[in-house]
């Protein structure tokens, strides 16, 4: 929701928009690839 409400109305931040959501992907990947890492240790 901050994404839409900074990218988009009058102000339009597009860049400021577009570096939240590439911060965002990548601490969602980080946190998926540590989950994966530990879900392996598991079964191992």
Do not use: H
Not at 7 to 14: A, C
Not at 15 to 35: D, E, P, Q
């Amino acid at each position: 929701m901050l994404v839409q409400r900074t990218g988009t109305g009058l102000t339009g931040r597009v860049g400021y928009a577009s570096a939240i959501s590439v911060v965002v992907f990548v601490v969602t990947v980080a946190l998926m690839l540590l989950v994966l890492r530990a879900d392996r240790k598991e079964d191992a």
